[in-house]
């Protein structure tokens, strides 16, 4: 008798985790409670797999040997508690997925840069011409590719959502750039729970795996010197270069590992801010774990294009530079984004804000501000916290105005920053979507 399968969510990671439970002989059945996009329903009905959407039928999900669960679905769902209660283990696609796969793991996580590392280390592999899938945030589903292609290594970003539903899942090498408060609401306001479970990225590894980390993050550091970690712990700074990791000696960064010695001119390196400076040195780390030859690491860390939505430097109009941010949707990402600012920026900030702490961000708009665009729903929070500054702050409701009004505030030699600080959802479907229709209106200047 086969052993059944069900998937909660019928998206990317839930269609891929289909697929390659159904390759494992599992009787597989997908429940969303949403609507399914049609290319991933298109996908279940041309492999004969048994599906509902718009609601969650329990009778045919509480008999389940194993229930993987898409990430956004919390814990403290009525139906995932029934399952945990009865003893039914539930699981994340990655955590799936790594039980049919052999390949060397390279997981990313953090609070901010993920993305942006991820993608980087992904850029490196292929470079030195390396077997590798990229799955997790961002690529296409790690349980899909499991099914269907043959990699040596996935270089994977990792959420906390996805951590929390990791059991046995073992990372080779495994990275965490910063914590820094983010998603509280599912950690019952308690940031040690939600440390906790960014640790989870370092479970089940032992002495022969890696595990690098930022040594100038208060609350990593903190965290390191209460844990009694297995793998072998690599750090990475803006300060002096350690004797086993990444570091910073007359504006070069020096990596040292093993025997081997990397530098090259932080001038050199494709992304520039300090921020990124911390997402190079982590993925060079990497790369070296892995043994990739140093002209490849130093080649990759200067061509890498970046991210769109993340710092994405888009145009220039009549000399004033417009950059893309939308990907901050937290304090801690706009922080990073404005201290990386060098010309008089005017600043597009607004969304359904998460709790934000707007006076973390006091001084720098001081210094580098010369005036705010809200874009918001409700903007009130943003021109209470910054009221005193002293500078032009204009409320909009659409990105079309925004960026009108930020075009007209600035001039020559100016920078234009789209960073929110917050979710999206009051006026676009997702950030990606805001980020479209910030270059768009840019466009039609």
């Not at 995932?80 to 955590?95: A, C, D």
């Not at 001119?265 to 300090?274: E, K, M, V």
């Not at 708009?365 to 702050?393: H, P, Q, R, T």
Request: one cysteine or more; aromatic letters at 8%.
């Amino acid at each position: 008798m086969s052993k059944r399968a069900v998937i909660l969510g019928a998206a990317e990671s839930g269609v891929g985790a289909a697929i390659l439970a159904l390759k494992q002989g599992f009787d597989v059945f997908v429940s969303d409670k949403g609507t399914i996009k049609e290319k991933y329903r298109d996908e279940l009905i041309a492999r004969h797999i048994e599906f509902e959407e718009g609601n969650h039928s329990e009778e045919k999900i509480l008999n389940a040997d194993v229930v993987i669960k898409s990430p956004g679905i919390p814990d403290k769902a009525p139906l995932i508690k029934q399952l945990k209660e009865q003893g039914t283990p539930v699981i994340s696609e990655i955590e799936f997925a790594g039980r049919y796969t052999s390949a060397k793991k390279i997981c990313i996580s953090g609070s901010n840069g993920k993305t942006t590392t991820t993608l980087l280390t992904y850029h490196m592999f292929q470079k030195a011409g390396l077997n590798v899938g990229l799955a997790g945030n961002v690529g296409q589903s790690m349980a899909w590719q499991v099914a269907e292609k043959e990699f040596d290594y996935y270089v994977i970003e990792l959420s906390s959502f996805q951590l929390d539903g990791m059991y046995e899942f073992k990372a080779d090498v495994a990275v965490l750039l910063n914590i820094t408060p983010d998603h509280l609401d599912r950690y019952e306001y308690k940031m040690q729970n939600y440390i906790d479970s960014k640790f989870r990225i370092t479970q089940n590894q032992t002495a022969d795996d890696v595990f690098i980390w930022c040594a100038d993050d208060p609350v990593l550091k903190h965290e390191m010197s209460k844990r009694k970690l297995s793998a072998r712990c690599i750090p990475f700074t803006l300060g002096t270069p350690p004797a086993e990791g990444a570091g910073i000696t007359d504006n070069k960064l020096i990596i040292n590992w093993e025997q081997n010695i990397f530098t090259m001119s932080i001038l050199d390196i494709a992304l520039q801010g300090n921020h990124n400076t911390y997402n190079s040195m982590a993925a060079g780390i990497s790369g070296m774990a892995v043994n990739i030859r140093n002209e490849k690491i130093r080649e990759s860390l200067s061509d890498f294009k970046g991210v769109e939505h993340r710092l994405e430097r888009f145009l220039k109009v009549h000399g004033i530079e417009f950059i893309n941010d939308s990907k901050a949707t937290n304090i801690n990402s706009t922080w990073y984004a404005l201290e990386s600012m060098t010309q008089p920026t005017v600043w597009i900030v607004g969304g359904i804000d998460k709790g934000n702490d707007y006076s973390e961000l006091y001084d720098l708009v001081k210094s580098k501000v010369k005036a705010i665009v809200c874009l918001g729903v409700d903007n009130s929070k943003i021109l209470e916290a910054f009221k005193n500054v002293g500078i032009d702050m204009v409320e909009t409701q659409s990105m079309e105005d925004a960026v009108r009004s930020a075009y007209f505030l600035a001039k020559n030699g100016d920078t234009v920053l789209l960073s929110p600080a917050c979710a999206s959802f009051d006026l676009f479907e997702n950030y990606e979507d805001r980020g479209h229709q910030f270059k768009q209106a840019v466009r039609e200047l």
